[in-house]
């Protein structure tokens, strides 16, 4: 099954060719443009959603949508959307010349990457805790859905492709070699997610040298408004201004020989998202088609069970656009 994922750096943008289990990196002048942590979800993801086909004429979006679910009290939750930039799939961050922290090759997952900032409010509103056990939160839910919205042209940008990938989110811990016990727990997941290229799971996959590789991947210098590496010492993201800048002060790069800098490296955090239920829009036909895990709450809420049909633990349901 050929199917095109797209990959954002900060530098240049990477596409993977799946045929079977063969990937291989190309660069845009080269390719055409384009739930709960103890429920059994499918181990692949259902990966023609994203075909060459429907890709060949559109770029990769490098932000995205997010949507979260705070709790603003024990009563009431409200949801909130913020726009992430999209890092791809964790344990596949492609080679990046610019990047002095390679990431792990020979490995490969369905869980979806962002970076975050944990002094923000979207780490509060995803549970304000690291690793799994932030299902249990009280101050927010790790469930959440992310938007890819890719229009057909810039003259006609109403016309185009969604895709709404739901699941759970969470916020993966500094050093996933701790020897704390939940820290270990979040470990014990991922390894279970992480595919090695020829069999096996990520037992030998270097989580340190992951969450390392992330932080290298961002610009060190002003590309827009701010060096996204500097950001993570900048002043307490959503505080007044009048109180003062707590002695950090803003937009100042870190280089590469910095990459330890422990203010900004206290601050950053890898997240990543479990799909369980992807949905994929195209308004050109139109047309509309939904992948939900056999056996799911989705497929059950949803009456799908007896409809589509069924790929790798997923049943795939076109739906009226």
Same mark, same amino acid.
């Given at each position: 099954?050929?199917?095109?994922?797209?990959?954002?750096?900060?530098?240049?943008?990477?596409?993977?060719?799946?045929?079977?289990?063969?990937?291989?990196?190309?660069?845009?002048?080269?390719?055409?443009?384009?739930?709960?942590?103890?429920? #059994?979800?499918?181990?692949?993801?259902? #990966?023609?959603?994203? %075909?060459?086909?429907?890709?060949?004429?559109?770029?990769?979006?490098?932000?995205?949508?997010?949507?979260?679910?705070?709790?603003?009290?024990?009563?009431?939750?409200?949801?909130?959307?913020?726009?992430?930039?999209?890092?791809?799939?964790?344990?596949?961050?492609?080679?990046?010349?610019?990047?002095?922290?390679? *990431?792990?090759? *020979?490995?490969?997952?369905?869980?979806?990457?962002?970076?975050?900032?944990?002094?923000?409010?979207?780490?509060?509103?995803?549970?304000?805790?690291?690793?799994?056990?932030?299902?249990?939160?009280?101050?927010?839910?790790?469930?959440?859905?992310?938007?890819?919205?890719?229009?057909?042209?810039?003259?006609?940008?109403?016309?185009?492709?969604?895709?709404?990938?739901?699941?759970?989110?969470?916020?993966?811990?500094?050093?996933?070699?701790?020897?704390?016990?939940?820290?270990?727990?979040?470990?014990?997941?991922?390894?279970?997610?992480?595919?090695?290229?020829?069999? *096996?799971?990520?037992?030998?996959?270097?989580?340190?040298?992951?969450?390392?590789?992330?932080?290298?991947?961002?610009?060190?210098?002003?590309?827009?408004?701010?060096?996204? #590496?500097?950001?993570?010492?900048?002043?307490?993201?959503?505080?007044?201004?009048?109180?003062? %800048?707590?002695?950090?002060?803003?937009?100042?790069?870190?280089?590469? %020989?910095?990459?330890?800098?422990?203010?900004?490296?206290?601050?950053?955090?890898?997240?990543?998202?479990?799909?369980?239920?992807?949905?994929?829009?195209?308004?050109?036909?139109?047309?509309?088609?939904?992948?939900?895990?056999?056996?799911?709450?989705?497929?059950?809420?949803?009456?799908?069970?007896?409809?589509?049909?069924?790929?790798?633990?997923?049943?795939?349901?076109?739906?009226?656009?």
């Amino acid at each position: 099954m050929d199917a095109i994922l797209q990959h954002y750096t900060t530098h240049s943008l990477y596409y993977i060719i799946k045929v079977g289990n063969v990937r291989a990196f190309r660069t845009v002048e080269d390719t055409p443009q384009l739930s709960d942590p103890d429920a #059994r979800l499918p181990d692949v993801l259902p #990966r023609d959603c994203l %075909d060459r086909r429907r890709c060949s004429r559109s770029t990769c979006p490098d932000t995205v949508s997010l949507q979260t679910i705070p709790s603003l009290d024990e009563l009431l939750m409200l949801p909130a959307v913020a726009s992430s930039v999209y890092r791809g799939f964790y344990g596949e961050l492609p080679v990046n010349k610019y990047n002095p922290n390679p *990431g792990n090759s *020979g490995f490969s997952s369905d869980l979806i990457a962002f970076t975050t900032d944990k002094r923000m409010e979207k780490f509060k509103d995803l549970g304000g805790v690291e690793g799994i056990d932030a299902s249990s939160s009280s101050t927010g839910s790790s469930n959440v859905e992310m938007c890819f919205w890719i229009p057909s042209s810039a003259e006609n940008p109403i016309i185009g492709r969604q895709w709404r990938i739901r699941g759970r989110c969470y916020v993966l811990p500094r050093d996933l070699d701790s020897a704390e016990e939940s820290v270990k727990e979040t470990k014990k997941w991922l390894v279970a997610k992480i595919r090695k290229d020829g069999g *096996g799971d990520g037992e030998q996959f270097d989580f340190v040298r992951e969450h390392k590789a992330h932080f290298g991947n961002l610009s060190p210098k002003c590309v827009t408004s701010q060096p996204l #590496r500097g950001s993570f010492r900048n002043p307490l993201p959503g505080a007044p201004k009048e109180l003062g %800048d707590q002695g950090l002060k803003p937009s100042r790069p870190i280089g590469d %020989d910095e990459l330890n800098e422990e203010t900004a490296q206290t601050n950053f955090r890898v997240a990543v998202i479990e799909p369980s239920r992807v949905e994929y829009l195209d308004l050109e036909k139109p047309s509309r088609t939904v992948w939900v895990p056999v056996g799911s709450d989705a497929e059950e809420t949803e009456k799908l069970s007896v409809v589509g049909k069924v790929v790798d633990d997923w049943r795939e349901v076109e739906l009226w656009p």
